[in-house]
C-alpha cells in the first residue's frame, strides 16, 4: 500500500513538473522541427518578418526552416506569422484586431507558436523581439552582429505581449539609418531608411525651423513686411521669427500648410516650428499673448493651434509639430495644445553628464513637467553628443538610461535622441546608436548592463 502511495505521488510530480517545464522544440541536432506559415492576404512586411524569421533561424540552428503560404490546415508544429485564418483557427483566444499599429503577441500552444501583431509593423517587431529577447540575437551595427549556434532550439512556453513604451522613436545617429538595422532594432523615425515593405516609418513634412520655408522672406517681405517679426520697433527678417497674430498671415500659413501635406501624402506629422535664432515679434499683439502666458510660447501655441484647426477637416490624421526650444521652452500658463498638436520640447541647454533629474537641470526639469500636464502629445527632442568635436569622448553614457526613464516617466510619447549624424567615425556611435534603441523600445532595461554588454 506504502509503495503504490509513493508511486501515486511521484506520478502526480512528474506531471506538475512536466507542465511547468513544457517545451516548444524548433529544431533538433541542426535539423528544423517546424514550418513557417504565412497566410493569404498577408501583407508586405509580415512576408518580410516571415522571411526573416526563416533566414535568422536557420542561421542559429543550422537547418532550412521553410516557408509555406496556407488558408487551413496547419501542422501540428508550425511558426504562424502574422494575421488571418490560421491565427484564428489555431489561436481563437488571440483577438489580433485590437492591436495598435506596433503592437504585437508572441503566444504558444502546443508545437505552436504565434507571432503576430497589428498592421504595419506589430508582426515585424513580434518576430524580431522575439529573436532578441527570447535567442539573444544581437544586430549592433549594420556590419555587426552577434548569432548563437544553437543546432538543438527548445524553449519554455510563451505568453507575452509586444509593445513599445515611446510611438515615435529616433536615435539619429549615422549608423542607425541603415533600414535593416533600423527595422530590428525597433526604431521608426523618419531619418531610418525604411521602405514599405519593413513596415514604413513615422514621416514628417518640413522637419523643422519651418517659418521661413513657409513664408519665404525674399518672396514675401517687400509686400508683406507685416508678416515678421517687429523687433526694437523694426519689421525684420535677420535672424527672426514671424509676426504670429497677424491675421493674414494666419491663413496663408494654412493655405501653405495645405498645399505642403497634398504634395506629401504620406506624412503624417508637419513641421510649423520657429526659426533656429531668437528675435520673436515684439508687436502690441504678440506681447499681450506672451505677457498673459508668461512666456513667448503663448504666440507660438496660438498660431499653431489655429493653423491646426483649420487644415483638420481636410488632413484628420495629420497632427502639427511645433518645438518647445529656447526662447518658447517655458510651457504658457493657460494655452493647451489641440488634440493634432505635437509639442516637440528641447533640451539643448542642459548639463548633459549628469541626468535631467540632477539639480544643474533643474530648469529643464520644471518646463518638462509644466508641458506633460498640458499636451497630450509630448515630443523630446534631445541631445546625446558633442556638437563641438564628434570624435572627443562625451560623458554621457551613464545619463541616457536616466533619461529616456525620465522622459517616459512625464508622459512623453516620441523621443528624438540627436546624435552624430553626418557621418561614421563618432566616439561610441555605435553603442549609443544600440543602447538608445533598446531603450527607446523598453526603458527599464538596465543601462549599465547594455553598455557592458
Known amino acids: 500500500m506504502r509503495s503504490l502511495l509513493l508511486l501515486l505521488v511521484a506520478a502526480d510530480l512528474f506531471a506538475v513538473l512536466g ?10 541536432k541542426g535539423k528544423a522541427r517546424m514550418v513557417v506559415l504565412v497566410q493569404p492576404g498577408a501583407t508586405a512586411p509580415e512576408r518580410r518578418a516571415a522571411a526573416e524569421l526563416a533566414d535568422t533561424l536557420a542561421k542559429v540552428c543550422g537547418g ?22 490560421l491565427a484564428k483557427q489555431c489561436f481563437p483566444g488571440v483577438d489580433l484586431s485590437k492591436l495598435g499599429s506596433e503592437e504585437g503577441v508572441i503566444r504558444t500552444q502546443g508545437q505552436r507558436m504565434l507571432l503576430a501583431g497589428g498592421r504595419p509593423r506589430g508582426t515585424l517587431y513580434a518576430v524580431y523581439r522575439f529573436l532578441q529577447d527570447d535567442l539573444g540575437i544581437r544586430w549592433w551595427a549594420p556590419w555587426a552582429s552577434t548569432i548563437p549556434s544553437r543546432p538543438t532550439l527548445s524553449l519554455p512556453e510563451v505568453n507575452r505581449d509586444i509593445k513599445s513604451a515611446f510611438e515615435m522613436r529616433e536615435p539619429f545617429w549615422f549608423p542607425a539609418f541603415d533600414g535593416d538595422w533600423a527595422n530590428r532594432n525597433g526604431v521608426n523615425g523618419q531619418a531610418a531608411r525604411l521602405t514599405p515593405e519593413m513596415g514604413g516609418k513615422v514621416i514628417y513634412k518640413g522637419f ?51 498645399e505642403w501635406l497634398r504634395e506629401s501624402p504620406d506624412a503624417s506629422i508637419l513641421s510649423l516650428s520657429q526659426n533656429d535664432c531668437f528675435n520673436p515679434c515684439e508687436c502690441p499683439n504678440c506681447k499681450a499673448i506672451d505677457d498673459r502666458e508668461g512666456s513667448h510660447s503663448g504666440t507660438l501655441l496660438d498660431f499653431v493651434n489655429y493653423v491646426a484647426e483649420k487644415i483638420e477637416p481636410e488632413f484628420p490624421k495629420v497632427s502639427i509639430d511645433t518645438l518647445a526650444y529656447q526662447y518658447t521652452r517655458q510651457a504658457p500658463k493657460m494655452l493647451k495644445p489641440r488634440k493634432n498638436v505635437i ?11 549628469a541626468p535631467l533629474t540632477d539639480p544643474s537641470n533643474a530648469s529643464f526639469a520644471k518646463d518638462m513637467t509644466d508641458w506633460s500636464r498640458v499636451a497630450d502629445r ?10 563641438t568635436d564628434y570624435v572627443l569622448p562625451h560623458p554621457n553614457w551613464f545619463a541616457l538610461g536616466p533619461n529616456v526613464r525620465f522622459f517616459r516617466d512625464h508622459k512623453v510619447r516620441g523621443l528624438f535622441e540627436q546624435g552624430a549624424y553626418q557621418s561614421h567615425g563618432s566616439e561610441m556611435s555605435e553603442m549609443r546608436s544600440w543602447v538608445l534603441a533598446r531603450l527607446l523600445w523598453n526603458p527599464d532595461q538596465d543601462d549599465s548592463k547594455l553598455i557592458d554588454e
Open 19 to 28: 507542465t511547468a517545464d513544457a517545451k516548444i522544440t524548433l529544431a533538433s
Open 64 to 85: 532550412e526552416f521553410k516557408v509555406e503560404e496556407r488558408a487551413k490546415d496547419a501542422p501540428s508544429r508550425a511558426l504562424i506569422v502574422g494575421d488571418g485564418p
Open 208 to 258: 523643422v525651423h519651418t517659418f521661413y520655408p513657409l513664408v519665404p522672406p525674399d518672396t514675401y517681405f517687400a509686400t508683406h513686411p507685416e508678416w515678421y517679426s517687429l523687433v526694437g520697433g523694426k519689421r525684420t527678417t535677420q535672424n527672426a521669427q514671424l509676426c504670429l497674430t497677424n491675421r493674414e498671415l494666419r491663413d496663408f500659413v494654412v493655405g501653405r500648410v495645405k
Open 343 to 353: 509639442v516637440r520640447l528641447c533640451s539643448i541647454e542642459c548639463n548633459f553628464a
Open 378 to 387: 509630448l515630443y523630446v527632442w534631445d541631445y546625446t553628443t558633442n556638437f
